[in-house]
């Protein structure tokens, strides 16, 4: 009697917010090469044409939307879990917006802005995200933050206070999902080489779109709770959010514009 035969297994069904950032589309070509159908969600509808170009026709749907329209959010996700069948197993959300941390302290505006493009939007995204997926039982939901949420410093506080109360809310949102089987994955990505930092310049630490996305996928995979993107970023932010403030306010490399 021969070995039992196991079941196909269906295709994983991918929603990525943002999809049209270097990241997230490098991820989305990830995906896509496994076979998976893909739903791809972005504010720039040019990009994303040109983005669902490259990917297979008959596993690849897409729409537009404009992330700091709060109000829309609800239908935005019930319009992507209808376009994968009416449920999802990997949700990747990956907008955001560095801004400009003098503008922000000059105008709160500015500041609102960026508050709403790195927390209140992906909030508003992730409550009807994580009802549906805790109703289904099952799926990871990943979102990317950054590593400069660990701590605030001058040259980007607002953005990444903005960051820090995303982690803190996952955080909560984790633990409320452990019971249903619902994997949230925060990814913590320090500075990656892409459009988004143009004008910073380029050090030893800023990494690659390609080797992220590949890290982000295997955190994904994993279930992994928190995850460094590169990994030596934990080793590095322990000592930032540990330095005493007297001491932190005196080295310029941490605490400098």
Do not use: C
Request: glycine share 6%; proline share 5%.
């Amino acid at each position: 009697m021969g070995a039992p035969v196991s079941p196909p297994v269906s295709p994983p069904r991918v929603l990525i917010f943002g999809a049209t950032s270097a990241i997230a589309a490098e991820v989305a070509r990830v995906y896509a090469a496994r076979g998976a159908r893909l739903h791809l969600v972005a504010r720039n509808a040019e990009k994303l044409a040109r983005l669902v170009a490259e990917l297979p026709a008959e596993r690849t749907t897409s729409q537009a939307a404009d992330f700091a329209r709060l109000e829309a959010a609800d239908d935005v996700v019930r319009a992507s879990l209808a376009a994968l069948g009416g449920g999802v197993d990997v949700v990747l959300v990956a907008h955001g917006e560095l801004g400009d941390q003098l503008e922000t302290e000059r105008s709160f505006a500015a500041a609102q802005a960026i508050v709403t493009a790195n927390f209140t939007s992906a909030l508003a995204l992730l409550v009807p995200l994580a009802n549906a997926m805790e109703a289904a039982r099952a799926g990871t939901l990943g979102v990317i933050t950054s590593v400069a949420a660990d701590r605030g410093r001058p040259r980007n506080y607002t953005y990444a206070s903005a960051k820090a109360a995303l982690n803190v809310y996952l955080q909560g949102l984790r633990s409320r999902l452990h019971a249903s089987g619902v994997r949230v994955t925060t990814l913590k990505l320090g500075p990656v080489d892409t459009p988004m930092t143009t004008t910073h310049r380029k050090t030893l630490v800023f990494s690659k779109p390609t080797p992220v996305a590949r890290a982000v996928v295997d955190a994904l995979d994993r279930g992994a709770a928190e995850v460094y993107v590169p990994g030596f970023w934990r080793a590095i932010m322990l000592v930032v959010r540990n330095t005493p403030e007297a001491v932190f306010q005196r080295l310029s490399f941490l605490s400098g514009r």
